[in-house]
Structures are given as structure tokens and as C-alpha cells.
């Protein structure tokens, strides 16, 4: 212990100092202020507010006091511009020139505001206030630049031209684009396009599309550095030209008076491709399985390859992106030396006054501290592996001194210089890592949540390493999906959301019904079976009873039927005495995990190993921490960025699977989940 405890006060001290850019003025929030009134008062959008004063999210209170920043000046609405215009063959010369007075008279009368709202694009305003999208650009020349985001305020024409579906005649007017609008920072001169996001698509997706990175993405939009939103647009600097260039500097626009705009087909056609399952086109274009049948009642008879599909036009069709499974301790990189920080709750203030008794009687009790100090132990076996390989990479180890409601990260944070990290694992409670996460979203510091499945709040630069409950219930789905067998399902009558989940969104199973009991009745499910087929039955009860009538009424129709027993997610009443392993075992049940047995030459060194050092075989927390540090270590030891790596490729450690995929609020989840099943030799096996 004593060699522990020095260990931890091994901590350097370093400052540093905040450099105040922009003004800042504390606004106190009077009775039936909105956060639009305050926005318009300071000439700021409501994004603005929000981002110094997250709690405003939550509705404002009268004496609220809020941080205001602002250091735009104001922009002159006037515009002085020459145009040649063709009409007819004869050119003409205009000069257009506009007071700012004039301007903002004008622009008070004729134009109405419009707060952005979740979710909306200019076709949807332009829609709703019946006018044209041209319109609205046109009256907000910044959303050329900026593009539309979420709580700003627009400007809308009063005066707006209707759009019609009559066609009329086109009067071309030929506009000379200005000489040099190439962003002067790129010395290069590289090619710049514009694109504008949209549902679903991620920072990763649109620098995969133009062949860029996606540091060189927020370089050139330092505005999504904190998250994208829908309906940005974005400025592509030195892609490839996979999108039809819109900047003016690179092509004479032709622009129409009243062009009407093509109506889009409501409906486009997609051909069912092999092996994909009813359950694997809904995740594919975002539906349920019932809008999906609506549109096609042939879906009722199964899905076939080569069949037809009818798609709302608008869907975004998903495809699965299958990473490559990487062993980065193969590619180290020693050239630049990266920095790794752990934020552990060892609490040591509250040790460091106990007596050698109480110490003693501390780690009999205190399950924390234990969880804790097995999870150092296991990283501290993955800093010696890194240091072997010997990898250019320094770690510092923080007490984060935290419990489920405080914390010490404030202080750590700006005490330690944590904002130059290349990398952070912890703290270990979900409130506190999100809040290490918002702390250093501004510096885009990767923050890794080691133990949490909870995920509250959402930050673009937040790993949840691991897998949540719906992850693993989607893995099985996933894995039975692409099985083709019988699928059938038996639900107690106190899982009525698990129920209802299957008759929307999961057709292809048959659910058994149970009597008043919620008892199995062998009938109910012989009728249910396909001879000469894979009958995969999903058991959904926590009730011991239930569980072991349907067990017993499985394994009595295996001399006629294939029946394999598979689960959703952990289920401790499988642990208890009445429900023999060797009756599992006959019908090889299936259940997700996100760890697995590793029975490999490397998994074997690492349990000798640890074993050497402390005496005792590695727990689960001794081995998460050696899994999830060194994983870390290895991804930064490599050429390519961390979150390139992230990104791109999928890794394994001793349990653990490290597979990670941005949602579409920004943070990145695992999905490294296992199926596994019980061997007929009484072992637990990956399912292939």
C-alpha cells in the first residue's frame, strides 16, 4: 500500500494561463425573456448563448445570469458590385450602390425573422413561408459561408416570388464571377467546393467523399470542429471534384428569372441484393418494418433477391461500412512523442488520513476502491507492454477524487495542462466524463469513458468504449438476420416493450403466445417450427419458471426439429441452480457479449503475467484496464491520427473488441460485440 501510495503523489504541478479574446458581459434574465429576445438584444444567434451557458438548455429562470460574448462587429448591409447583364444579346452596365441607412430601412420592412429550428433546411423554410430558396440566399448572404445552423435567425422576403409548377420562359442572365474568391490562406491555391450536409452524414463520410481527412475538413469549417449539423455548408479545399463545383470564382452561372424547379419523383426503386433480410433493409434506409411493408405488400411473402423495392425519395440509404481488423502493434510509429492521461477516482484525500487499520478495512469494504485500484493494476501491465514495444508515448495518471454527484476534474484540468493531452481515459462516472469531455471539446481532446454504458450527452470528441445494451440486442439480431433460418420468439407478459419491438420492427419472427401463467405450452410452439431448417427461438423472460418450461419443451422437439436457444442480452436467472448448464449446452444457446474467453498463446502470457506481478489472475476490471490503455497506446503510437484510427479500424485486445461508430449527434460508440454459444465440451465459443 505504501508503495501504492507513492506511486500516486507522483503528480507535477504546471500552469498556465487563459487568454480572454472575446469580451464578455453577464446578462441577468428578467420574467418572460426568451433566449430568441436575448440573442436579437446582443446580435448573436441562440447557438451562441447556449454554448457558454449549456443550463439554458433547460429552460430559462428569472434572475439567471448568463455569459454573453460577442466580437463581431457589425456588417454593413450596403453592396457596391458591377455586373454585365446579357438580355437579348445587348449588354448593359449597372452599378448598384446602397447606404446602410437605406439598407436597414429596408430590411425592416420588408423581411420577417425566422428562427432556425432542429432539423430544418432551406427547402423547408422556403416551403413554409412560400418562397424560393434563391430568395432566402439571397437575404442572408452569410449562409454561403456559414450555412444554416440550428437556433440562428434569418431572414425571410416578405415580398417572395410564389413558386408554381407552370413552366415559363427562361431569361438568361450571365454573371462574371468575381476575379479571386480562392481562400488567401491557401497558398497553394488549391480547388475549393462547397457541400452542404445532409441527414445522416458524418464528418468521416463527407472527407471520405472527396478524398480529404477530416482534420483537413475542420480546417477549412472550424465550425464543426464541436459537431455537424444538418444543413451546413461546408467549404471542401483541395478534394476531388465528386460534387459539382458551386463557387462563383469557377464557372459563369447561368441564372433564371422564376425558374421553376423540377418536382422530384416521390418514390425511387432499390433491387434486394443477396443475403439481405427484412431486418438488414430497415437498418439500411432508416424505416420499421411496417412503413417498409406498406410500400411493399410482397414483403409479406419473404424477401427475395433480385426483387424490386419502392423508397420514399428522400430516404439515405446506409451502406454498411466493414472496417479492417488491425494489429497496430505491427505499424508503430516512434517518430512524434504523444501524451496519454488517466483520470482515476483513487480518492486519495480520504486515504490519506486513515491509519494502517482503517486502510486495511477500507479495501475490505469499499467495492469502489477495489474496482478502482484493479483497473490501475491492469493499466499499469499495458504501460509496461508499451514500454517493451517500445512506443513514444508518455502517460500521466491523475486522481480524479470523484463519486457519483463531485468531482476534482475542474481543478485537475487546469493544474495539470490536460488540454494538451493527445488522449484521456476517464473518469469512471458517465456525469463525470461528460463533463471532461465538454471541458476539452473546445482543444478536440479525445475523451475515453472505460466502464460506463450509460450516455447522457452527447460530444464530438466522447468515446464510449463500452457496448451498450441496444448495441448487443442489435449484434444478435444482426447475426441471426444473416442465418436464413426459422425465427420464433417467446416474450413474458412483463416485457410489453420487448413485444411491441418485435411486431414493428421485427416481422420475421413468430411469437408464441403463453398462457395466464406466462407457461410454455408445447403446441403453441410445434406450430411455430419448419422441419429441415434452423429454428432459432429468442427467449425473453427473467421468470424462472418460464424459462426453464420453454427449455424443457426445446429440448423434447430435438430428435424432429433443429432448435437453437438464443438470448437478447445478459440474463442472471440463467445462473441460478434449477437451470442445469448441460441443458443450455444442448441447445448451444447464443447470447451477446462484449468480452470473450480468450484461450490464445497472447491471452494466456497476459494472465501468467499478471499472476507474476500481483500474486493473483487478472478480474474483469484488472483486464478492461489493461484492454482499453493499451488499445490507446497503440492507436497513438501510429502514423495516421487517433481518430483516423478510430475511424478505419477495428482492433482486439485480450476481451474486449474495440469497434467504434459515430452516432449522429457526434459521439463515438463500441460496437464490439461477441456472439457467443455453449459448445457441446461444455465451452463458451465465438459463433461464426
Known amino acids: 500500500m505504501k508503495h501504492f501510495l507513492a506511486i500516486l503523489t507522483l503528480v507535477f504541478l504546471m500552469s498556465f494561463t487563459i487568454k480572454a479574446q472575446d469580451k464578455i458581459t453577464k446578462h441577468t434574465v428578467a420574467k418572460g425573456e426568451t433566449i430568441s429576445q436575448i440573442a436579437q438584444k446582443y446580435k448573436i444567434t441562440p447557438l451562441d448563448i447556449y454554448r457558454l451557458n449549456p443550463d439554458a438548455q433547460n429552460g430559462l429562470k428569472p434572475e439567471m445570469v448568463l455569459l454573453i460574448q460577442s466580437n463581431k462587429e457589425a456588417k454593413t448591409l450596403a453592396t457596391v458590385a458591377k455586373t454585365i447583364v446579357e438580355t437579348n444579346g445587348i449588354a448593359k452596365k449597372e452599378t448598384v450602390a446602397k447606404s446602410n441607412e437605406k439598407a436597414e430601412k429596408e430590411s425592416k420592412s420588408s423581411f420577417k425573422l425566422h428562427v432556425v429550428y432542429p432539423k430544418e433546411t432551406l427547402t423547408s423554410i422556403a416551403k413554409t413561408y412560400n418562397c424560393s430558396v434563391e430568395a432566402i440566399e439571397k437575404a442572408n448572404p452569410d449562409l454561403a459561408i456559414n450555412g444554416l445552423k440550428m437556433g440562428s435567425t434569418i431572414k425571410i422576403p416578405e415580398k417572395s416570388v410564389v413558386v408554381s409548377n407552370e413552366v415559363k420562359p427562361i431569361t438568361k442572365t450571365t454573371v462574371k464571377a468575381p476575379v479571386s474568391t480562392v481562400d488567401k490562406t491557401d497558398k497553394k491555391s488549391k480547388e475549393i467546393q462547397y457541400h452542404q450536409v445532409e441527414a445522416k452524414e458524418t464528418k468521416y463520410s463527407i472527407a471520405k467523399l472527396y478524398g480529404i481527412s477530416i482534420q483537413e475538413l475542420e480546417t477549412a469549417n472550424p465550425e464543426i470542429i464541436g459537431g455537424l449539423?444538418?444543413?451546413?455548408?461546408?467549404?471542401?479545399?483541395?478534394?476531388?471534384?465528386?460534387?459539382?463545383?458551386?463557387?462563383?470564382?469557377?464557372?459563369?452561372?447561368?441564372?433564371?428569372?422564376?425558374?421553376?424547379?423540377?418536382?422530384?419523383?416521390?418514390?425511387?426503386?432499390?433491387?434486394?441484393?443477396?443475403?439481405?433480410?427484412?431486418?438488414?433493409?430497415?437498418?439500411?434506409?432508416?424505416?420499421?418494418?411496417?412503413?417498409?411493408?406498406?410500400?411493399?405488400?410482397?414483403?409479406?411473402?419473404?424477401?427475395?433477391?433480385?426483387?424490386?423495392?419502392?423508397?420514399?425519395?428522400?430516404?439515405?440509404?446506409?451502406?454498411?461500412?466493414?472496417?479492417?481488423?488491425?494489429?497496430?502493434?505491427?505499424?508503430?510509429?516512434?517518430?512524434?512523442?504523444?501524451?496519454?492521461?488517466?483520470?482515476?477516482?483513487?480518492?486519495?484525500?480520504?486515504?490519506?488520513?486513515?491509519?494502517?487499520?482503517?486502510?486495511?478495512?477500507?479495501?475490505?469494504?469499499?467495492?469502489?476502491?477495489?474496482?478502482?485500484?484493479?483497473?490501475?493494476?491492469?493499466?499499469?501491465?499495458?504501460?509496461?507492454?508499451?514500454?517493451?514495444?517500445g512506443l513514444n508515448v508518455d502517460v500521466k495518471i491523475f486522481d480524479s477524487q470523484e463519486t457519483k454527484t463531485t468531482s476534482n476534474i475542474d481543478n485537475v484540468i487546469q493544474q495539470n495542462n490536460v488540454k494538451n493531452a493527445n488522449v484521456v481515459i476517464g473518469p469512471f462516472y458517465q456525469a463525470n466524463v461528460e463533463k471532461t469531455a465538454e471541458l476539452l471539446s473546445k482543444n478536440k481532446v479525445p475523451?475515453?469513458?472505460?466502464?460506463?454504458?450509460?450516455?447522457?450527452?452527447?460530444?464530438?470528441?466522447?468515446?464510449?468504449?463500452?457496448?451498450?445494451?441496444?448495441?448487443?440486442?442489435?449484434?444478435?439480431?444482426?447475426?441471426?438476420?444473416?442465418?436464413?433460418?426459422?425465427?420464433?420468439?417467446?416474450?413474458?407478459?412483463?416485457?410489453?416493450?420487448?413485444?411491441?419491438?418485435?411486431?414493428?420492427?421485427?416481422?420475421?419472427?413468430?411469437?408464441?403466445?403463453?398462457?395466464?401463467?406466462?407457461?410454455?405450452?408445447?403446441?403453441?410452439?410445434?406450430?411455430?417450427?419448419?422441419?429441415?431448417?434452423?429454428?432459432?427461438?429468442?427467449?425473453?423472460?427473467?421468470?424462472?419458471?418460464?424459462?426453464?418450461?420453454?427449455?424443457?419443451?426445446?429440448?423434447?422437439?430435438?430428435?424432429?426439429?433443429?432448435?437453437?436457444?438464443?438470448?437478447?442480452?445478459?440474463?442472471?436467472?440463467?445462473?441460478?441452480?434449477?437451470?442445469?448448464?448441460?441443458?443450455?449446452?444442448?441447445?448451444?444457446?447464443?447470447?451477446?457479449?462484449?468480452?470473450?474467453?480468450?484461450?490464445?498463446?497472447?491471452?494466456?502470457?497476459?494472465?501468467?503475467?499478471?499472476?507474476?506481478?500481483?500474486?493473483i489472475f487478472p478480474n474483469s476490471y484488472a483486464t478492461r484496464g489493461f484492454d482499453i490503455t493499451f488499445d490507446t497506446l497503440l492507436r497513438l503510437a501510429q502514423e495516421k491520427s487517433f481518430l483516423e484510427t478510430i475511424e478505419n479500424d477495428a482492433t482486439e485486445q485480450v476481451e474486449s473488441k474495440f469497434d467504434y461508430e459515430s452516432k449522429n449527434a457526434g459521439t463515438y460508440a463500441n460496437k464490439g460485440i461477441y456472439i457467443l454459444y455453449y459448445d457441446t465440451d461444455l465451452s463458451v465459443k465465438i459463433a461464426k
Open 229 to 389: 449539423q444538418m444543413g451546413f455548408r461546408l467549404k471542401i479545399v483541395g478534394g476531388n471534384a465528386k460534387k459539382e463545383p458551386t463557387n462563383p470564382a469557377e464557372k459563369t452561372v447561368e441564372v433564371a428569372k422564376e425558374i421553376v424547379q423540377p418536382k422530384k419523383a416521390d418514390f425511387i426503386s432499390y433491387e434486394v441484393k443477396p443475403k439481405e433480410t427484412l431486418y438488414s433493409l430497415t437498418k439500411k434506409f432508416g424505416m420499421n418494418q411496417e412503413k417498409l411493408m406498406q410500400l411493399n405488400p410482397e414483403l409479406k411473402e419473404g424477401v427475395k433477391e433480385g426483387m424490386t423495392l419502392k423508397l420514399p425519395s428522400n430516404v439515405i440509404i446506409n451502406e454498411p461500412i466493414i472496417k479492417n481488423a488491425s494489429d497496430f502493434s505491427k505499424t508503430i510509429s516512434k517518430q512524434n512523442r504523444k501524451q496519454l492521461v488517466m483520470l482515476l477516482p483513487f480518492n486519495i484525500s480520504k486515504i490519506e488520513s486513515d491509519s494502517l487499520t482503517s486502510i486495511t478495512s477500507r479495501l475490505k469494504t469499499d467495492k469502489f476502491l477495489n474496482m478502482t485500484l484493479d483497473f490501475y493494476s491492469g493499466a499499469l501491465m499495458a504501460i509496461d507492454s508499451a514500454k517493451t514495444l
Open 447 to 615: 475523451v475515453i469513458s472505460p466502464l460506463s454504458k450509460e450516455n447522457n450527452k452527447s460530444f464530438a470528441n466522447l468515446l464510449q468504449s463500452m457496448p451498450s445494451t441496444e448495441t448487443a440486442k442489435n449484434a444478435m439480431f444482426d447475426y441471426l438476420s444473416a442465418k436464413n433460418g426459422n425465427y420464433i420468439a417467446i416474450i413474458d407478459s412483463k416485457k410489453a416493450a420487448s413485444k411491441q419491438n418485435f411486431v414493428q420492427n421485427h416481422k420475421e419472427f413468430k411469437l408464441v403466445s403463453l398462457n395466464e401463467k406466462n407457461a410454455v405450452i408445447s403446441d403453441s410452439i410445434v406450430k411455430k417450427l419448419v422441419k429441415n431448417k434452423m429454428n432459432y427461438v429468442v427467449l425473453d423472460s427473467e421468470k424462472t419458471g418460464t424459462i426453464l418450461g420453454t427449455i424443457n419443451s426445446l429440448i423434447a422437439l430435438l430428435p424432429t426439429y433443429q432448435i437453437q436457444l438464443a438470448i437478447l442480452e445478459k440474463n442472471n436467472t440463467l445462473d441460478f441452480e434449477e437451470i442445469a448448464l448441460d441443458k443450455l449446452v444442448k441447445l448451444n444457446m447464443l447470447y451477446p457479449s462484449f468480452t470473450r474467453d480468450n484461450e490464445t498463446p497472447e491471452g494466456i502470457t497476459f494472465d501468467k503475467n499478471y499472476k507474476e506481478k500481483n500474486k
